[in-house]
């Protein structure tokens, strides 16, 4: 495969040697000096044993002087580099930089504001970095956004953003967009700072190795093969059907009756039948008048929506035996408006508390009959898997595996968090969506840390056994240090009964991008890149062989970090198989592919917990403590 260029720029001279000023430091808990560095160096050049010091750059009292190569430290060097750079920004008066608020000693970065619009400015975000399977330093460039005080997100701004082009369309150029940015900025601002100086970088940015995937094969109804969901449902059906009775609720106000009806008739297969043929034709769900009930709101507010709830209650009642699924269809102004009655929250609150499945629709996203006719399909998908049928699954590099997706959610008051809360997704490594569980939730953060080691302890342990062998836990960017050394030390007990626990974690924010060569610089789908021994960039959207040309943005590579490095290069590549995989079992829509369900579903669930906390009369998270075995966040 052809490799690609990384937003990095290498030092032209990897070989330097530089000076600091060190103090032996017996007890770790001691403080250190604002300014110092601490780290772990030999006590003599060349000795095995290395004990930690605190580091300055200049003469201090105290200190001894140490000479160190780059390849001594790298996480020294780099802070070296960091440091050395910043003084050049220092001593320039021309330049519109900052550093982020927090202490650069744990952010390393030096944010340029390289272009400034109405909206907001273009800004250059330039980091140290090593990059360790090319043993190199340098610097990674990484463009972004950043909207102006008051300024609204808006479609202007989304074209600054180089999520849409110029005509306010999708962005297919959005990678090449961004390497002409970045190499602007190079040319005409980052070279003039650092030529001649001991952090010169070569003039082309650094080329990294790559890998492909398997492609994503999706297992549809009769456990047929096909290459897409939507063809392969359309010919062999669902993977797996509904066995039971389902009824209908639409909910709507007089606004929204139309839109109602439109949905009805999408979901029948009438109204766009070249788009979707309808639930019953794709999934063998039935659907027809007899099955369809509706209920009218004077407006979508506290009084109607607790009317509401007593024809759920009737429902129920009538059909006792059957799975109930309610369709509200929310006039505008209801969902995302600040100070506006949260209806969609309540909507899907109530829907929790009597047991039944719930579908928002918002006349927002379908004033106009073709936006509806472009989406009814995916409305449809999603009817169909939160009433608990699989419409196709994955098929996976490690059989007889689980994978959880952990999350976790802070409550916070005036910054403060109030409470502690984490959750787990369990899939299996097919896609087949288990069940959701609490693991811990407590407003002391000592308490939540105890009880979910236990609880990880037992559900990992509940699980090993006949039927699985291994576990795989993916978690997600925002995970703190505090629970990652839980899940550790959690891992560590389990793996003594001979069972193999991976533990991976998966972000979808972060600092890389590549570049192929490419007219649009996208790189194909399934393409991998490794950074280190146990990092990777993996590309779930990109470019496909034979078809090169682009139709939408292709999202930015996933970036996979394994927490523990003793996994064998096939254990790790069948995982990162399985990540690709899991992009590909999205039941949200037929395209939605840019991150594996096990963090995109934790990340759902985590925005309705946050959301159902401040609602009235919602005192404590209990309507999700309990376990779940369908879908409902879809």
């Not at 029948?268 to 999934?283: A, S, T, V, Y």
């Not at 609602?615 to 879908?631: T, Y």
Request: with cysteine; glycine share 6%.
């Amino acid at each position: 495969m052809d490799d690609l260029q990384l937003n990095f720029l290498p030092l032209d001279n990897q070989g330097q040697q530089f000076s600091v000023y060190r103090k032996q430091i017996d007890n770790s808990s001691t403080p250190r000096e604002s300014d110092d560095y601490r780290v772990n160096l030999p006590l003599n050049s060349g000795d095995e044993e290395w004990v930690l010091f605190d580091v300055a750059l200049s003469e201090k009292s105290d200190y001894e002087q140490f000479e160190c190569n780059f390849s001594l430290n790298p996480v020294l060097t780099t802070h070296y580099i960091y440091s050395k750079f910043k003084l050049l920004m220092d001593d320039s008066q021309k330049i519109d930089f900052y550093t982020p608020d927090k202490k650069t000693i744990v952010r390393k970065e030096i944010c340029f504001r390289f272009k400034e619009y109405d909206e907001g400015y273009s800004e250059i975000v330039v980091s140290p970095y090593f990059l360790k399977e090319k043993f190199l330093f340098g610097f990674l460039f990484e463009h972004r956004f950043s909207l102006k005080k008051d300024q609204v997100f808006n479609r202007r701004t989304q074209i600054l953003s180089f999520s849409l082009d110029s005509s306010g369309r999708p962005n297919v150029y959005f990678y090449k967009d961004k390497l002409n940015e970045i190499s602007s900025f190079i040319n005409s601002v980052f070279s003039s700072l650092t030529t001649s100086t001991e952090l010169e970088v070569d003039p082309e940015l650094g080329w990294i190795d790559t890998n492909k995937l398997d492609v994503k094969t999706y297992l549809v109804g009769k456990r047929n093969e096909a290459y897409s969901q939507f063809m392969g449902i359309k010919s062999s059906g669902p993977f797996r059907e509904l066995d039971q009775g389902v009824r209908y609720l639409f909910v709507f106000s007089e606004r929204t009756r139309s839109l109602a009806r439109d949905i009805y008739s999408g979901l029948i297969g009438k109204l766009f039948p070249g788009q979707f043929p309808g639930l019953e034709k794709m999934f063998n769900l039935p659907i027809r008048k007899e099955l369809v009930g509706h209920h009218l709101v004077s407006n979508f507010d506290s009084s109607s929506i607790s009317g509401l709830a007593q024809k759920i209650n009737e429902t129920k009642s009538s059909y006792p035996n059957d799975k109930i699924i309610m369709l509200a269809v929310l006039p505008m102004g209801f969902k995302g408006v600040e100070a506006a009655y949260d209806a969609y929250g309540h909507l899907k609150l109530m829907a929790l508390q009597k047991g039944i499945y719930c579908q928002v629709v918002t006349e927002d996203t379908f004033y106009k009959k073709d936006q509806l006719k472009w989406s009814i399909s995916n409305i449809g998908l999603q009817v169909f898997s939160k009433l608990g049928g699989a419409p196709w699954l994955v098929k996976p590099a490690k059989s007889g595996c689980l994978i959880f997706g952990l999350g976790t959610v802070q409550e916070k008051i005036n910054g403060e968090v109030k409470k502690y809360t984490a959750y787990t997704v369990c899939l299996d490594s097919s896609g087949d969506f288990k069940y959701i569980k609490p693991l811990a939730s407590s407003g002391d953060e000592r308490g939540y840390l105890e009880s979910l080691k236990e609880s990880l302890r037992e559900v990992l342990s509940g699980e090993l056994g006949d039927s699985y062998q291994s576990v795989v836990l993916h978690l997600p960017y925002k995970i703190t240090r505090n629970e990652i050394n839980v899940i550790k030390q959690v891992v560590g007990k389990i793996r003594e009964n001979s069972f193999e626990v991976i533990v991976i974690r998966i972000n979808t924010k972060h600092k890389f991008l590549g570049f192929s060569s490419h007219n649009t610089c996208v790189p194909y789908e399934s393409t991998f890149s490794q950074l280190s021994r146990t990092e990777f960039l993996v590309w779930a959207e990109g470019l496909q062989y034979g078809k090169e040309i682009l139709h939408k943005r292709v999202s930015e590579p996933l970036y996979v970090e394994f927490l523990e490095s003793q996994e064998n290069w096939e254990t790790k590549r069948d995982c990162l198989q399985d990540i690709l995989n899991l992009t590909g079992a999205n039941w949200r829509g037929f395209n939605s592919k840019a991150q594996p369900i096990s963090i995109l579903y934790s990340r759902l669930i985590a925005k309705f917990m946050k959301e159902f906390s401040y609602l009235d009369g919602v005192e404590d998270l209990e309507l999700v403590s309990a376990e779940s075995v369908a879908p409902w966040f879809l």
